[in-house]
């Protein structure tokens, strides 16, 4: 059975940082490209950031271009979202996903398993 957990959520004010993990059981995640979603309260699930298998491909959402960074240590079957110089509007539920190959994707239907979620409070 495939488990990702996230962790690293928190309250944060505006202009600071946090880094989130997600934590792979039952599948090797290094077969497989990840990414990071969230969700605002009545908002629908929007694409943060992907990562290939290996790390070499990442993408990201534009509004979080040049503040958060994903990368990925196999080793550890772990993956990584650092959110730098986070606004308000960065709050949200933050999910990792992994993807159904190699590659990476902003496409929700393009993951099979998902995270239980993590909550991430900007404060103004």
């Known amino acids: 059975q495939v488990q990702l957990v996230e962790s690293g959520g928190g309250l944060v004010q505006a202009g600071g940082s946090l880094r989130l993990s997600c934590a792979a059981s039952?599948?090797?995640?290094?077969?497989?490209?990840m990414g990071w979603f969230r969700q605002a309260h009545g908002k629908e699930r929007e694409f943060v950031a992907a990562?290939?298998?290996?790390?070499?491909?990442?993408g990201y959402a534009d509004s979080v271009k040049g503040r958060f960074t994903i990368s990925r240590d196999n080793a550890k079957n772990t993956m990584y979202l650092q959110m730098n110089s986070l606004k308000p509007e960065d709050t949200a539920v933050y999910y990792c996903?992994?993807?159904?190959?190699?590659?990476?994707?902003?496409?929700?239907?393009?993951?099979?398993?998902w995270g239980q979620g993590t909550q991430v409070t900007v404060s103004s």
């Open positions: 996903a992994s993807h159904t190959s190699w590659d990476k994707s902003p496409r929700l239907s393009d993951y099979d398993y």
């Open positions: 039952g599948r090797t995640l290094s077969r497989y490209g």
């Open positions: 990562i290939s298998w290996n790390g070499g491909r990442t």
